[in-house]
């Protein structure tokens, strides 16, 4: 973790004043942004408080995931909504919004945000699952780092002219490969159960 000298100052005290800043990029509703904590902190001209208004309070936080070889970063939360509003949010729109978290210090004497807070994660919503019980009220916000689209294997890709035409119009790369015999497969691995004439 690469801090500045002004948080290893407040690191090494006895009194560790941390917080996590949490922020959901939102078309409809802005960015919502949100302190783990009761109360408010102010960064970077911007209000990260203890409960939204729409949005209500940071409930949990799940470790972040490294992901392994087929996976990608990934952060699991928690928010508890106001009971009026779990039904007016449209949650499933919501997908695909940019997810932040940060790490931050703060002087117990200000309030004041120590610069400059730590990025612990950069992604996007996945999905939001309301959980209903008998006694909960939450929306699981399940997100994955922007690193999950290195995972798609674009099998729609076409290794020839035409293709590349259509999304890059001067491209002139492939236009004069002629005679492959040797059939390449861009994006997937080979069909195992393929038939070849020779």
């Given at each position: 973790m690469e801090t500045t000298p002004e948080m290893d100052a407040v690191l090494s005290g006895d009194r560790i004043p941390m917080a996590g800043l949490f922020q959901l990029d939102t078309a409809d509703y802005g960015a919502i942004r949100l302190l783990d904590g009761a109360g408010v902190l102010r960064w970077s001209g911007n209000i990260f408080a203890g409960r939204h208004a729409q949005f209500g309070v940071l409930s949990a936080m799940r470790a972040i995931e490294d992901g392994a070889s087929e996976s990608a970063p990934s952060l699991r939360c928690s928010i508890i909504p106001p009971v009026d509003m779990i039904d007016v949010i449209p949650w499933s729109t919501l997908q695909g919004s940019r997810v932040r978290l940060w790490v931050a210090c703060y002087s117990m004497v200000t309030g004041q945000v120590i610069p400059d807070p730590y990025a612990v994660f950069d992604g996007?919503?996945?999905?939001?699952?309301?959980r209903l019980g008998s006694k909960t009220l939450a929306?699981?916000?399940d997100c994955t780092s922007a690193f999950e689209r290195l995972f798609e294997d674009d099998e729609w890709i076409r290794l020839n002219p035409t293709?590349?035409?259509?999304y890059f119009p001067d491209a002139g790369g492939l236009d004069h490969?002629?005679?492959?015999t040797q059939q390449i497969y861009w994006g997937q691995n080979e069909p195992k159960d393929k038939v070849t004439y020779s």
């Open positions: 996007e919503l996945d999905i939001a699952t309301i929306v699981d916000l293709w590349l035409k259509t490969v002629t005679g492959v």
